[in-house]
């Protein structure tokens, strides 16, 4: 009975191996058509996902409305303050949207258009002032002229035309805000903050229920831990960008610097990339401002932003981050470069919160494995 029972294993064990090298052979025979199932599958999953991190971004400022609501001497706005909270919060969300393409967005738009247009004519002209030099001067330098006369030979427009900006944008917004996907994008996100804390008890409950006692532990204190620092990080470097953006600009203004709306906002834009992002930003902005404004104008915008970004990163920024990734400017560096390296501007954004989340993991290891040597030499 024994040996019929064994037989009957190895024939089933055979029987199945064989399914699973058909199968196998059937998926990379059509992986074309097995990757396309996969990627539609995802296409239509996106807006759920959207929703998630539109959820992800309000979560905080609709935790923390919703505790004033709830402080309130008002019976109803108490009752109900986790819905007023996700209606305010978006009341104030769609108000920035509003003033961004309102009043912002266009005033920026113009600058770059005006800029696309003269861009040929400004490094023209450019290239006249060099050329009215004298040849004692130290700009012309052998590696400086093979620089100008490779400049001359190059039509910046056919990389900056009008119609292929437009074309990559429009593009950019049919592939990610269709109308459809919006409006499912933000019901998911209402969904997950209205019920939030059944979402989380049961996340937490599943994992629980998955993992031993402390590996869950460690999960959950890791999961709060990156929580809180993407967060922190994210909103305190969107202000900070805000906040610069606008002092540059204001500044710029008064100069008289031409694009100063654009400048300011590309500026405030990559500050939210920590050092990198700021010498990058102003590198790119004192070459548009020296050739449409001057080396003079140049020389004072440079003092200025300067300035502004000393005081932002001694004052301003310590006082709306702080202290709480607790990150050496080194490794934050090396970060970035990394990140940026492998995913390009988003990943020199996301790199410095990774790396802190790394940075307490790696240490609590350390800490880990030294306890264990302590117990060892104890024992010993």
Not at 130 to 142: G, V
Not at 296 to 317: K, P
């Amino acid at each position: 009975m024994n040996e019929i029972k064994n037989h009957w294993k190895k024939w089933v064990y055979w029987f199945l191996l064989g399914v699973a090298i058909i199968v196998v052979y059937k998926m990379l025979d059509n992986f074309g058509d097995i990757m396309g199932v996969i990627t539609k599958f995802f296409d239509i999953i996106t807006p759920f996902f959207v929703g998630i991190f539109i959820a992800y971004l309000l979560y905080m400022p609709c935790k923390t409305i919703e505790k004033a609501y709830k402080k309130s001497k008002l019976k109803f706005t108490r009752k109900r303050a986790r819905g007023l909270s996700i209606l305010t919060v978006y009341l104030i969300a769609f108000l920035i949207i509003v003033i961004l393409t309102n009043f912002i967005l266009p005033v920026v738009w113009e600058s770059i258009i005006d800029l696309v247009n003269n861009i040929q004519g400004y490094f023209e002209t450019t290239i006249q002032r060099y050329n009215e030099l004298p040849d004692t001067s130290i700009l012309k330098s052998e590696i400086v002229n093979d620089a100008i006369n490779e400049i001359k030979n190059l039509d910046i427009k056919q990389y900056l035309r009008l119609d292929k900006i437009l074309e990559y944008i429009i593009n950019a917004i049919d592939a990610v805000t269709g109308i459809f996907d919006v409006f499912v994008a933000l019901i998911v996100s209402v969904y997950i903050l209205a019920g939030r804390k059944q979402i989380i008890t049961f996340l937490k409950k599943f994992a629980a229920a998955m993992l031993n006692k402390k590996t869950y532990q460690n999960i959950d204190k890791y999961f709060n831990n990156t929580n809180e620092i993407f967060f922190k990080f994210i909103a305190s470097q969107f202000l900070d960008a805000v906040i610069v953006g606008i002092l540059v600009t204001i500044a710029m203004s008064i100069m008289g610097v031409k694009y100063a709306p654009l400048l300011g906002f590309f500026i405030g834009l990559f500050n939210m990339i920590p050092y990198i992002g700021a010498i990058i930003a102003v590198v790119i902005s004192s070459i548009i401002t020296l050739i449409t404004g001057g080396l003079s104008q140049t020389i004072w915008m440079l003092i200025i932003v300067i300035i502004i970004q000393q005081i932002d990163a001694n004052v301003i920024n310590p006082k709306i981050v702080g202290q709480s990734l607790k990150i050496s400017p080194l490794l934050v560096i090396f970060a970035i470069t990394v990140g940026g390296a492998y995913f390009g501007i988003l990943g020199m954004f996301l790199a410095v919160p990774v790396i802190a989340v790394l940075k307490i993991i790696v240490e609590d290891y350390i800490e880990y494995r030294l306890s264990l040597k302590e117990k060892e030499e104890a024992k010993s």
